[in-house]
């Protein structure tokens, strides 16, 4: 029986930067024709936008790439997800903190921020608050092929 991978990719609200990185990167694997190796999923830390849609400026910028988020609310982490996934993928270091609260520690080591598979670990800038929607499409695709290099 083969494995699948699961990764759950969070931010802080679950309306902008983590379900970007989500359907990206099932857009990716679907690409790759290797869905059926994967479990992708996004949450948030905080509670404040639970039930909401994927914000307006996430929905426009992957629309552009043919990339469809219909039907995704945010949802909040719980502790259960930590041994549920085998990645748990924050976009920025606030989120890492709240993300190992949530989870009751790391000591399996799953918890990361997005680039740091990169070159070039950072913060992906929170567009709720910058309003670049490009930049932080850009730094989730940067993200995602150096995560994808690693997994496969």
């Given at each position: 029986?083969?494995?699948?991978?699961?990764i759950?990719?969070i931010?802080?609200?679950?309306?902008?930067?983590s379900?970007?990185?989500?359907?990206?990167?099932?857009?990716?694997?679907?690409?790759l024709?290797?869905?059926?190796?994967?479990?992708?999923a996004?949450?948030?830390?905080?509670?404040?936008?639970?039930?909401?849609?994927?914000?307006?400026?996430?929905?426009?910028?992957?629309?552009?790439?043919g990339?469809?988020?219909?039907?995704?609310?945010?949802?909040?982490m719980?502790?259960?997800?930590?041994?549920r996934?085998?990645?748990?993928?924050?976009?920025?270091?606030?989120?890492v903190?709240?993300?190992?609260r949530i989870?009751?520690?790391?000591p399996q080591?799953?918890?990361?921020?997005?680039?740091?598979?990169?070159?070039?670990?950072?913060?992906?800038?929170?567009?709720?608050y910058?309003?670049?929607?490009?930049?932080?499409?850009n730094?989730?695709?940067?993200?995602?092929?150096?995560?994808?290099?690693?997994l496969?």
């Open positions: 029986m083969k494995t699948v991978i699961k759950l990719f931010c802080h609200g679950n309306i902008c930067r379900p970007m990185a989500e359907f990206v990167m099932k857009d990716m694997i679907e690409t024709g290797r869905s059926a190796d994967f479990h992708i996004s949450a948030a830390t905080s509670t404040e936008e639970i039930g909401s849609p994927v914000h307006r400026g996430t929905r426009e910028r992957l629309a552009r790439e990339i469809s988020v219909a039907g995704k609310t945010a949802v909040q719980n502790r259960s997800d930590y041994e996934y085998d990645f748990l993928i924050g976009m920025d270091q606030r989120n903190i709240n993300m190992q989870a009751g520690g790391d080591g799953k918890i990361s921020r997005l680039l740091d598979f990169t070159g070039n670990p950072r913060d992906i800038a929170d567009p709720w910058t309003g670049d929607f490009d930049r932080t499409y730094d989730v695709c940067e993200g995602l092929k150096a995560l994808l290099r690693k496969i």
